[in-house]
């Protein structure tokens, strides 16, 4: 990587190089070798907090002589000592200057790299921390417990996105309820209204309720991130890895999944081996993305209840971290069929620097879950507004005449001693079932029947594929329409829908754990495929993801919706 790098720099530019001067030996490694290509460069000595804390100095000046070019001391955390270094940029002269004269091989330059520091840092390098982090790296990437520790972080994890975000989403929930009834009683009952309620509000509502679980997250995730742990699941999934056509390199791209499979799979540009870059690719949407949150959460909540535990824990969370884990075994399934597919014959290493082990800054944290939030509001909120416009003319209106024979239907003597609230129900779903969306629903219902899902999931089905978090706008538009009170949340509508032929409840054990395993596997993301074809710059693989994870997602669903039938 680094020397594909420095070819690709250009005359005119100026080279920052950040080095942590707790580990100055290796960060002045490639630094010198970018002074040698004869590059004008700047070397920005960050952490001097830690190098202060641990009662040693460096000569700044002698540094600056021994290597010819500028050195700027910083702490990044607290942006100490940026504005000098924007002086130095501002004010640069370049004079072409090289660190030797010959041609070293890499053992040679770390012995006068060497020769430099111990003229330059009194009391020796600084160890103090990198000895703290070697004694907690035996115990977080112990072969065995290392494995335990991540896989109970992951448990804290998802028990708390439950536990924490409970109370939020319900505040989310009733602020959309409350905004619909101002909105209906503000504007004259007609179309535009019930648009504005039903359409645009209820899809909506069905994706900004679940922010709060997002941001925990994304909040986790940075956590873990900005402590250094997560270079240490690299190091341990390594080994696990290796023997699925994977190496350590994969596990960056595998965990960013869990937020966006995007940037991960941009991300694997880093994996040298053809092969193993292409695996990774193939096997990343597979992990449960951030987008499945929404399903996961509504449909979980549909049939397990809140309060049920398992001894003291969220029974809840334990089965969303099962989807996750699930996802993560599929993923490792699918690298092992695609390893003995593809044939290479390169090998590779994983060589990653272990950064030590810091507390997190938060103010960075929480400019971090803004960021993500943001953008998962924003695109999807896009997204969410064109489908559910056109999902809700699509469920109000139907061909010819068929709405006005409803209406006359109920309109006549036979129906005249039920209540007005009853007959107004029964015209709208009546409505709906006749309605264009349902025409829609019903081409595709003979071949999603078997695993247990009806023509509305059907329409989802078909929708979220722009994005997987549309499923739930898709399904709280689908249900709101002839909802005139506007006064149930959408899984308590999804609770209330009963199955047409059997009369009991749709979404049963067998259906929602069919559709909740459908998603986990199946490829519902175009902005995901788009990336992979420009990634591989070509039309087969996508077109193999979404054949390969449609099919596994097909067969899983049914043989789930066969055991709990």
Known sequence: MAANTIKNINDDELIIVVADVTNLKRNLFLCTQIIDLGKP?????????????????????KISVLLQIPVVPVNARIKKGINELKEIVANYQFKKVSFSSDKLTPSERYEKITTVISACLQGGEANRWIDRTKKIDNILTHKFYGYLIFLSILFVIFQAIFSWSAYPMELIEEGFSMLGGLVESWLPKGVLSDLIVNG?????????????????????????????????????????LRPFGLN???????ISSIACAVPAIMSTRSINNLKERLITIMVAPLISCSARIPVYTLLIALVIPAEQQVGIFNLQGIVMMGLYLIGFLAALFAALVFKWILKSKGKTNFIMEMPIYRLPKWSNIGFS????????????????????????????????????????????????NESENEINNLIASEKLEASYAAYLGKTIEPLIKPIGFDWKIGISLVTSFAAREVFVGTMATLYSVGDEDN????????????????????????TTFSLLIFYAFAMQCMATLAVVYRETKSYKWPIIQVVYMGALAYVSSWIVYTIFS
């Open 41 to 61: 460069v700047v070397l920005v000595l960050n952490m001097m907090d830690l190098l202060q804390k641990s009662n040693q100095c460096i000569d700044l000046d």
């Open 200 to 240: 645009i509000l209820a899809g909506l509502s069905g994706i900004v309720i679940f922010v709060p679980q997002i941001a925990l997250l994304f909040a986790f995730i940075t956590i873990l991130e900005d402590t250094g742990y997560m270079s240490r699941v690299s190091f341990l999934m390594d080994r696990l």
């Open 248 to 254: 350590g390199k994969s596990i960056i791209p595998l």
């Open 369 to 416: 879950v803004y960021n993500k939030v943001k953008v998962f509001l924003f695109e999807a909120g896009k997204i969410i507004i064109a489908i559910s416009i056109v999902l809700w003319g699509l469920s109000s209106y139907g061909p010819g005449n068929t709405f006005e024979k409803i209406e006359e239907k109920y309109a006549s003597p036979a129906y005249e």
């Open 487 to 510: 006064t149930t949340s959408i899984r308590e509508k999804m609770l209330q829908a009963k199955n047409p032929e059997t009369g009991d409840r749709l979404y049963n054990r067998a």
